[in-house]
Nanobody, 115 residues
Framework: QVQLVESGGGLVQPGGSLRLSCASSMSIFSFKKMAWYRQAPGKERETVAS???????YYEDTVKGRFTISRDQTKNTMSLQMNALKREDTAVYFC?????????WGQGTQVTVAS
């Protein structure tokens, strides 16, 4: 069974940075696409950023220029570098991967941006 495990969340002040990692139990070569989602209290889950097997990336408008998605195929990990964090970035962040017709999800990691 494929597992994705997120890490790197925490409490950070506005303007600060965090780096989230998503470790896969299988080679990320197998995934058509990997993505980061987030869900804030009382809001729907939204796509933050994604990267395809071919390397094409997508960013949600509010994170463009601040967040960077990347993959390390030698370590089977996907990362999200988050800079210039804002209070509105506070949410639970999930990583997900498309494996054939199936979507694999991690358990989520909390990111809180507060003074």
């Amino acid at each position: 069974q494929v597992q994705l495990v997120e890490s790197g969340g925490g409490l950070v002040q506005p303007g600060g940075s965090l780096r989230l990692s998503c470790a896969s139990s299988m080679s990320i070569f197998s995934f058509k696409k990997m993505a980061w989602y987030r869900q804030a209290p009382g809001k729907e889950r939204e796509t933050v950023a994604s990267i395809t097997a071919g390397g094409s990336v997508y960013y949600e408008d509010t994170v463009k220029g601040r967040f960077t998605i990347s993959r390390d195929q030698t370590k089977n990990t996907m990362s999200l570098q988050m800079n210039a964090l804002k209070r509105e970035d506070t949410a639970v962040y999930f990583c997900a991967a498309a494996l054939g017709a199936e979507s694999i999800w991690g358990q989520g990691t909390q990111v809180t941006v507060a003074s």
